[in-house]
């Protein structure tokens, strides 16, 4: 109730606006192929990337959720005492207790508004989706006192030397929740699949590179697809009143967590074998009458039937996720961000009113492992967010680094990797307008922020 006795309105909760960030320095893929001395392909038709974000040590996951969250209460208005939760989900820290929310609690000072819950959510790529959930629930429970909720999912993705680092990138996506929203979270559309695995994780806290079983990492994320979409296409049938659905009529559009755009492919292509397990007689999937007895685990490996299903869900792929993979594919992973960059560049690719009352099914992913499926109904219209977002034009605006400055920047970042007394060395020129930055490090390790001006 609010304080005038008046019941608060928990009616069709989900986003009501949404903001990224991104450094302002990228490096082309095909350029760091020639540095790397690797065959010419291997990340931009391997891995299917174009660009990288990177950064120095300008900049760190503090810096990058005080710039998403300050410069969308700007864009869009929002006073910071309508504020009653924020949550962030990250994978990157700087320190093992104090959450990177109590540093966002420093927008709030002036509002005087402390009476904000949520802390930070971790579990690789999967926090900001765990955040998301909580915040929507939180809106519709007895606990909420009518105020928004703001989710944060950012991290900054960088590995060592070697066939992982072109799989890095940067950047942060905020999300304004509350009811009446554009894009509601639709009930009864969710799927979670939970492992305990060791594909990705981060057990050296005095390093910001991840340990990687690679082949256990691919392997792990086509079988979380495949268990979250399973489930996922039972729940739409459900809801829905249909027989049998598929990729063609379970969503209007799919987002997914894009570590780097071929896993996207990947992925969509076991969609595509999963409705085969289910429909194997159907017309459509003649040319895959070869797999039909196949054991479910010989299937997560065999090549020749990944081609033939990447085959067989070309013309899904071109309609229904290419439009939203434009950000992945020039800024790579950005980890709990990587899904939420997808689904602005889907909101900032496609018109308005192509997006009117259409399904996006998402696809949360993160290693450890922890995967989601759940369902956004746009039921208002996008054109404020696109117009807030333009993602293809500020991508545009960026300035390309050399492979060998990049080498550079990630030495710098390695070796003044959880230094005290620091003083960072990086431009400024370097950062986009109204972006916050590192200014110092004290004995304690306690770190003093500062932004560039918005002119």
């Not at 904000?116 to 429970?141: H, K, M, P, R």
């Not at 895959?288 to 990447?310: C, G, H, I, M, N």
């Not at 950000?327 to 992973?333: D, F, L, S, T």
């Not at 009352?357 to 492992?369: E, K």
Request: net charge negative; charged share 25%; proline share 4%.
């Amino acid at each position: 109730m609010t304080a005038n006795g008046a019941a608060l309105n928990r009616e069709n909760v989900g986003i009501l606006g949404m903001e990224v960030y991104f450094p302002k320095r990228y490096v082309d893929q095909a350029e760091l192929e020639q540095f790397d001395g690797v065959s010419a392909g291997k990340y931009t038709i391997g891995l299917g990337q174009s660009k990288m974000a990177v950064t120095d040590d300008r900049e760190d996951i503090a810096s990058f959720c005080l710039s998403v969250v300050q410069n969308f209460m700007e864009k869009y208005q929002v006073k910071y005492e309508s504020v009653g939760r924020l949550e962030v989900g990250t994978e990157t820290i700087v320190d093992k207790s104090k959450s990177t929310k109590s540093v966002l609690m420093q927008l709030f000072k002036e509002s005087g508004n402390y009476a904000v819950e949520g802390i930070d959510t971790t579990n690789a790529c999967y926090g900001g989706t765990s955040a998301l959930f909580n915040a929507v629930q939180w809106c519709q429970s007895e606990f909420w006192d009518g105020r928004y909720a703001l989710v944060v999912a950012a991290d900054i993705a960088v590995y060592a030397k070697g066939n992982a680092r072109p799989s890095g990138g940067a950047g942060a996506a905020v999300m304004l929740v509350g009811p009446d929203a554009p894009l509601v979270m639709e009930p009864g559309l969710r799927s979670t699949h939970i492992e305990h695995l060791y594909d990705f994780y981060k057990p050296d806290l005095s390093s910001e590179f991840p340990e990687v079983d690679g082949p256990l990492s691919v392997v792990s994320y086509v079988r979380f697809v495949d268990a979250c979409y399973a489930k996922f296409l039972k729940l739409v049938e459900q809801k829905d009143g249909v027989t049998h659905a598929s990729l063609d009529n379970a969503a209007d559009f799919f987002v997914f967590h894009s570590p780097y755009t071929k896993q996207v492919t990947k992925g969509l292509a076991r969609m595509s074998y999963i409705d085969f397990t289910r429909q194997p007689d159907a017309p459509q999937f003649e040319a895959a009458q070869a797999y039909k007895d196949l054991p479910y685990q010989d299937s997560l490996t065999l090549k020749d039937l990944e081609r033939t299903f990447v085959g067989l869900s070309k013309s899904v792929m071109a309609k229904k996720v290419a439009p939203s993979l434009l950000a992945a594919r020039e800024i790579g992973n950005s980890y709990c961000a990587s899904v939420y960059f997808c689904l602005a560049s889907l909101i900032s690719e496609v018109p308005p009113e192509q997006l009117a009352g259409r399904r996006i099914a998402m696809f949360s992913y993160g290693s450890g492992s922890a995967a989601s499926m759940f369902s956004l109904r746009v039921r208002g219209d996008t054109t404020k967010m696109a117009q807030n977002l333009l993602v293809r034009q500020r991508l545009e605006s960026r300035a390309k680094i050399s492979a060998e400055a990049f080498d550079q920047l990630m030495s710098l970042r390695e070796s003044t990797h959880q230094l005290r007394d620091y003083q960072p060395t990086g431009d400024l020129a370097n950062l986009f307008p109204g972006t916050y930055y590192l200014e110092s490090i004290d004995s304690k390790f306690r770190r003093e922020y500062k932004r560039t001006p918005l002119n």
